[in-house]
């Protein structure tokens, strides 16, 4: 019950990483904060340890944040080794001071992952995962040019799996947690929620493989079943959308091998 | 003095909008290209928009604060979006949702503009499904329905909790695809700043790069907003901690008129505020009234027992009791109205008496745990989450929060302000919710705007302005705007006050929720119009702004917007003031009627106000739209 304990405070010390800019070089800063009402959350922690630094003359701890329940995908907190903390099937902003003990010590770090470069403290530049999206994150359907919604019926069981997949909220700590920086469960997500739908069967190979090829050169690991992508994902994603992912890439680049090129594919009546 | 023609089409009111469109003008599809186009914000509208502007050939110009356009806020809405389908067979069609959206709206919105939203809602919902939103279905493979306030059809179409967040990420994937293309330019972590007035015309913005700090000047053809709305005037609120009115209230003080301000939402269902750190507030969608029952305890002294221990004989389910047509899915302002009045009978629920119970148990007798949780599932986790309690073994405790702004810049028909060139889209607009939204009507007009109506009326516009005829981002007008903002952020670094900037917004949203809040008054009213003021002087007086301007600087940037909020809350209680009656949202104490109902006063206030800028220091000039009801008979609000 939240209100018994709302009354026991805890005080607690955060372990920073402090870095200025990309290129210069970081370092860890214990700050104390103390006194913490257990409901308050990890963030709003941060808030008020951040109004403290700068009545002190310092300078706060920048850290991305913005809708604070769970759905947006900004915040991005590696907290004590864990991308988005102890919590499971949570994100940073839906972690809670109750998570901690009374003297804990808490490690906080960015998302670290060679395609997220480091921007300032705890913030990353995660643009790499709007790039993979514009490579072929979509099904080419232009405003205005769609039939009757109830033209193209869709199995229930095949919508709630889309559904699934669709719930990624693109934050990122998949790779975060993956040892290979893999943004595969990422793909896999999207890939899969436009791959278990009619709509999306146009453009499924072409989809795939563009997506793959840019995730690749963008610099993310490849995968090796691990898993952990899914324990850190806060919509706990499952890692059976990578087989998937596998499977129609294997698929798309056989056919894509063995299928000839249709002569004049933009051959029109001229 | 501003001219405010509404440019509502003549004729009968189901055929004005396609009348409209064939008689507006077009732009030649050789000469699109030719014309460059800003959207700031990348929700539904502005996401929408950027992408349908650029498949039709315009050059495209995104700006968004965020990182990434996928996390506007759009992405939190939770319940769903409304369509006139019918696909029910429950006796649906676009002249209910219009009309229901009218009624909802306490008849203080357009007709014209509700009815065409009740017209494309059915090809909002086609273009979704396209693009491969997985809503809810059916086992027979065909879309599900539920129900939501203030309607007594099933038209609101969903992805179990996230249906704001499949919604943006169908338009995120639009508009990803036409960056891919080049036909969107996409500029992220970009704040706008101010807006270019060239020779009356709105013609560019200025930026700061959120991470580098650089000042950039963007010049073009027509500027469109769709930034949202600006509830975190209040401080604690539903909204994203980032959520501001910078872009709104800077083309305001450029000259776009502000229609209706204080035209708030108050959602009903919000997990209750725990203690002064906390930073916001969380929504639990209006879809759990289709299956919650809301209740307090009949007697004071059982509000601090456990719920399930107050027998069935000793609850007070008022909505049920108060609205037996309606009960629970009574609209968002009585529903909160009436929370607020238990409470302040002394029958709320909880440490502070600031709550009522969402009670499932009669659900899960229905559906089974299971089968509430297939529906819920989510929100019930985040319940958890926040609280620690399980909304299955005991009711939740919820209360009225901030959710929705139904105010904002005036727009006519074509949603161009009456500074011409500014296009408004979303909650960013005035237009369609009257002085109330209904539940699941705010994804529908977001996307409304941007994928059906900004793209045919912006042409019109167009078409008047030679191809090659936007100033350069060199002429004076950019120039003497750069500079102010440049100024604006030296300025902040430079006072190194003693206070940081979140004291001022967490002290400005006490002033607006006891002044301004869910009921309000001419004394509540006037004491926050005496406070505000002195606490805008503090805070430009003694600000604490570390850092400098050159990197990213959280706390600079959220100084401009606090700056921000402090002068429009100020607008937001002098149009409550100037506004004597009661309606919707806005509720005066001294307007209702005995049982506490809104009364409103039809032959003065029937009118949109528009608030123009007179310059610092000087009282705001409030024009007037009137509104006219040639379709629909204007009546009080029945719900019972």
Not at chain 1, 20 to 48: C, H, I, K, W
Not at chain 1, 101 to 110: M, S
Not at chain 1, 216 to 227: E, P, R, S
Request: proline share 5%; hydrophobic share 35%.
């Amino acid at each position: 019950m939240v209100a018994a304990n709302s009354s026991q405070s805890i005080s607690v010390t955060l372990r920073v990483w402090r870095q200025t800019g990309p290129f210069q070089p970081g370092r860890f800063v214990d700050y104390p904060a103390r006194d913490l009402n257990p409901n308050m959350s990890f963030l709003e922690m941060l808030d008020v340890v951040n109004d403290g630094l700068t009545v002190a003359g310092d300078e706060p701890i920048a850290f991305a944040h913005d809708c604070r329940e769970g759905i947006c995908g900004t915040c991005s907190l590696t907290i004590n080794g864990k991308p988005h903390g102890p919590g499971q099937g949570i994100a940073t902003c839906q972690t809670y001071v109750r998570s901690f003990k009374d003297g804990d010590i808490i490690v906080v770090e960015p998302f670290r992952a060679r395609a997220f470069p480091l921007v300032r403290d705890l913030v990353t530049d995660r643009s790499a995962f709007d790039k993979i999206q514009q490579a072929g994150g979509f099904i080419s359907v232009r405003t205005g040019a769609a039939p009757d919604a109830n033209s193209i019926p869709v199995p229930k069981p095949d919508a709630e799996l889309a559904m699934d997949a669709a719930a990624c909220i693109g934050c990122g700590a998949c790779v975060a947690a993956c040892k290979n920086s893999s943004a595969m469960l990422f793909v896999a997500a999207k890939v899969s929620q436009f791959g278990l739908l009619p709509q999306g069967q146009a453009e499924r190979d072409r989809r795939v493989l563009a997506m793959v090829s840019t995730m690749d050169g963008l610099g993310f690991g490849n995968c090796t079943n691990q898993y952990e992508c899914s324990a850190a994902c806060p919509k706990l994603i499952s890692h059976d959308f990578i087989a998937r992912l596998n499977r129609d890439y294997l698929t798309a680049s056989l056919r894509q091998a063995f299928t000839p090129a249709p002569a004049g594919a933009d051959g029109g009546a001229g | 003095m501003a001219t405010l023609d509404s440019k509502i089409p003549s004729g009968p009111l189901a055929d004005k909008w396609r009348k409209h469109k064939t008689e507006i003008k077009l732009v030649n599809p050789a000469n699109k290209r030719k014309y460059e186009i800003i959207v700031v914000g990348a929700g539904l509208a502005g996401a929408s928009a950027a992408a349908t502007l650029a498949e039709l050939g315009y050059r495209v110009k995104n700006f968004v604060f965020h990182d990434s356009p996928r996390r506007a806020h759009s992405i939190a809405a939770q319940g769903g979006i409304n369509a006139a389908k019918n696909y029910q067979n429950d006796g649906d069609s676009v002249y209910r949702l219009f009309y229901d959206t009218i009624k909802g709206g306490d008849y203080r919105a357009r007709e014209a503009n509700v009815h065409r939203l009740a017209e494309v809602s059915v090809n909002i919902i086609d273009q979704c499904v396209a693009q491969g939103v997985p809503f809810a279905r059916e086992y027979g493979g065909l879309l599900a329905n539920r129900s939501f306030g203030g309607a007594q059809v099933s038209r609101t179409f969903y992805a179990r909790g996230q249906t704001g967040q499949q919604l943006l990420l169908g338009a995120y994937s639009a508009l990803s695809r036409m960056v891919g293309a080049g036909g969107v330019e996409l500029h992220t972590n970009s704040e706008m700043l101010d807006l270019v007035v060239v020779g009356g015309h709105a013609k560019g913005i200025i930026v700061r790069d959120l991470i580098t700090g650089e000042i950039t000047r963007h010049a073009a053809d027509a500027v469109i907003l769709a930034t949202g709305g600006y509830g975190n005037v209040f401080n604690l609120s539903t909204y994203a901690r980032q959520s501001n009115a910078t872009a709104i209230w800077r083309a305001y003080k450029r000259g776009a008129c502000f229609a209706n301000p204080c035209f708030t939402q108050i959602h009903p269902t919000c997990i209750p505020v725990s203690g002064d750190y906390q930073s916001k507030l969380t929504l639990m969608s209006e879809s759990l009234r289709n299956d919650g029952r809301i209740w307090v305890p009949k007697n004071k002294e059982d509000r601090r027992k456990d719920p399930n221990s107050i027998p069935e004989a000793d609850r007070d389910y008022y909505l049920e009791r108060m609205y037996p047509s309606f009960g629970n899915l009574a609209p968002r302002d009585i529903a909160s109205r009436a929370a607020k009045r238990v409470c302040d009978e002394g029958r709320g629920a909880g440490e502070s008496g600031l709550g009522v119970y969402l009670d499932f148990s009669d659900a899960i007798r229905r559906l089974g745990e299971a089968g509430v949780r297939e529906r819920y599932g989510n929100l019930f986790d985040i319940y958890h989450e926040i609280t620690a309690e399980s909304g299955y073994r005991t009711p939740m405790r919820i209360y009225p929060a901030v959710h929705y702004t139904m105010g904002g810049l005036w727009v006519d028909y074509n949603l161009m302000s009456n500074l011409p060139g500014l296009f408004v889209l979303g909650e960013a607009n005035f237009s369609d919710h009257g002085a109330n939204r209904l539940g699941a009507s705010a994804l529908m007009q977001g996307l409304a705007d941007g994928y059906f109506v900004v793209p045919y009326t912006v042409g019109d516009y167009l078409a008047s302005q030679k191809p090659g005829s936007r100033p350069s981002p060199d002429a004076p007008e950019f120039r003497e705007a750069a500079t102010a903002v440049t100024g604006q952020t030296a300025h902040f670094l430079g006072i190194n006050g003693r206070e940081p900037v979140s004291h001022f917004h967490k002290r400005l949203g006490k002033i607006m929720w006891d002044g301004c809040g869910m009921a309000r008054t001419a004394a509540t009213l006037q004491k926050a119009l005496a406070e505000i003021p002195p606490l805008r002087e503090e805070f430009w007086a003694s600000v604490k702004v570390p850092g400098s301007a050159d990197t990213l600087n959280q706390s600079l940037e959220q100084a401009g917007r606090v700056g921000d909020f402090l002068e429009l809350g100020e607008l937001m209680c002098r149009d409550a003031l100037t506004r004597e009656e009661s309606c919707g949202g806005h509720f005066r104490e001294e307007h209702q009627y005995p049982d506490g109902e809104c009364k409103r006063d039809d032959e003065h206030f029937a009118h949109v106000a528009a608030w123009e800028y007179q310059g610092a220091g000087q009282t705001p000039r409030r024009n007037i739209e009137p509104l006219q009801y040639e379709f629909v008979k204007m009546s009080v609000r029945n719900y019972k």
